[in-house]
């Protein structure tokens, strides 16, 4: 066999320092996670949804009040933490990604390796036709706008109880408890939905027995009201902006893709999710180190905004 080209060489020797240079850049990125900063991020959440527990068991309805808009929030807040884990940039290791990532789902009934491998794909296909997202709010995009005002309506009502995940949640169950397949997942993927489906409706079963014998409605006030009143409208309201009347046929992550330059607050709540084109430009890029990237490409942005409230404004500006 005779030698290969010089050509063929040297392009196979860029071929290999790539894949090494790569694989530093991984390593390094690796390196850059630290599990003691996101264990404190669950922490945070944790104390105050217990704070927001002792306040909706409460006998003072104002109270009682406050404390389901502190939990509901705070659910919301944990499936934000939750993406983190489903890129493996909160713990170094699979397990405690998947382990932390399914009790953060579990507030919301977000199976965490159903929403792993659609989010996945979503990173994989945004700016083609193929493009799915797992929370599926109908007209996802904006692309429907200008119908009927009953459609139009019914439209943001199914966005904001986010009524199509409930239903795919449901959905699921019926498959998990039957051992039916998941349709275009592998076995090991199909077997941890099917897993993750069912100690959701445990959890779920297990409150409602408690409630029942200790005669307290607390499972309404701790999970369902939440869940449904104010976890579902907030976790739409954070997901609205990311992709929302942009060019989501365009492969390039300034055009299908929208940032949102927020205060600390907002940061911390939307666990970074506001820096969305950075977010899609490395996907595996740590959390904390998006507003590094924002520096970077901030002059390329083409659906930007300097904060939420800018961009609620005009959205409903824009109506």
């Known amino acids: 066999m005779g030698r290969p080209a010089d050509g063929a060489a ?4 860029r071929t290999s320092m790539d894949a090494v240079a790569i694989r530093e850049v991984r390593n390094a990125i690796r390196g850059e996670i630290r599990g003691r900063l996101f264990t404190l991020k669950v922490l945070v959440c944790a104390l105050i949804t217990a704070a927001g ?27 934000e933490l939750q993406h983190e884990t489903l890129h493996g940039l909160a713990y170094r290791g699979r397990r405690a990604n998947r382990v932390v990532g399914v009790l953060l789902g579990l507030p919301m009934l977000i199976s965490y390796t159903a929403y792993r491998v659609a989010h996945m794909r979503h990173h994989r296909d945004l700016g083609t036709p193929g493009n799915r997202e797992f929370f599926d709010y109908g007209d996802q995009y904006g692309a429907g706008d200008g119908g009927s005002r009953i459609g139009t309506a019914l ?30 997942e592998s076995a090991v993927n199909t077997r941890r939905i099917r897993v993750e489906h069912l100690l959701a ?32 409208p907030m976790h739409a309201l954070i997901e609205l902006p990311e992709h929302f009347r942009c060019e989501t046929l365009d492969r390039s992550p300034f055009a299908n893709t929208r940032t949102i330059k927020s205060n600390w607050l907002l940061t911390w709540y939307t666990n970074g999710n506001n820096f969305h084109v950075e977010h899609h430009l490395m996907p595996n890029l740590p ?21 939420y409230f800018a961009y609620f404004r005009s959205f409903i500006g824009s109506k």
Not at 10 to 13: K, V, Y
Not at 61 to 78: K, P, Q, W
Request: aromatic share 12%; with cysteine; glycine share 8%.
């Open 53 to 79: 527990c002792w306040l909706a068991l409460q006998s003072q309805l104002s109270l009682r009040l406050c404390g389901v808009l502190l939990i509901g929030l705070m659910f919301a807040h944990a499936a």
């Open 10 to 13: 040297g392009c196979d020797a």
């Open 155 to 184: 439209t943001w009502f199914a966005r904001f109880t986010m009524a199509y995940h409930y239903w795919q949640f449901g959905v699921g169950v019926g498959k998990a408890l039957r051992g039916s397949n998941f349709d275009g």
């Open 287 to 307: 959390i904390e180190r998006l507003p590094d990237l924002h520096v970077e490409v901030r002059d390329r942005l083409r659906h930007y905004h300097p904060g």
């Open 201 to 232: 409706v445990a959890a779920l079963v297990a409150a409602a027995v408690l409630s029942v014998v200790f005669a307290s409605p607390a499972v309404l006030w701790l999970w369902v009201l939440p869940m449904v009143v104010v976890a579902a």
